[in-house]
């Protein structure tokens, strides 16, 4: 499984967390957010990643040339749409594009909605599962019944290959490994808060459990 660090701000966040084994490095561009980075410093937490771990932009309902302009500026690998964005804007990144679910405390996946027309899998690379929350856009650190979220990683009639599908909202350090196993096949994990000593400031000690406890996991 796959590990997606969010809420990066600092090139030596980016890098320790690389060190540690993470695969995509999450850069905040919604301003409202205690996580949100500028441009330029995104751009530099950008070569410091280099090819080592994949970026991802977060972006909250932003207008098409904000997106586009960071997206170039930076050099995103991909591009996670956590707000109401119009399916179209979507559609235009469908190859690199992470789309935002979100559920309530008891997680039913028939209750995460579809787009008019379309289901929630088409135009986008992957979804990202996350608890639901009356004023915030991710970051809560709150759980809910992840094992709910099993059944959307199979595709139906089981013939093609599994959906990819990030598991976020409350995965720290001391339930990653049952957050893995709560959802088999799911492609990532997800964490922002879990491993903070406060809101855009990574804390070493547990980034360093978070992996080996989800490695130990995996090992049983």
Known sequence: MKVKICGVTTPADARLAVDLGA???????????PRWIDVDEAAHIRRCVGDRALTVGIFVDPTREELETIDRKVGLDYVQFSGDEDPELVAEFSDRAIRVRRVGGAADPAAIPDEEGLTIWDDCWAILIDRAHERLYGGSGESWDYAAAAALVRTPGG????????????????????????VPGAYAVDTCSGVESAPGRKDRGKLERLFANLRAGAAR
């Open 23 to 33: 695969d995509f490095i999450g850069l905040n561009f919604y301003r409202p957010s």
């Open 159 to 182: 013939d093609r290959e599994p959906r990819r599908l990030f598991i976020a909202g409350g995965v720290r350090p001391g339930n990653v490994a049952e957050v893995a196993a709560a």
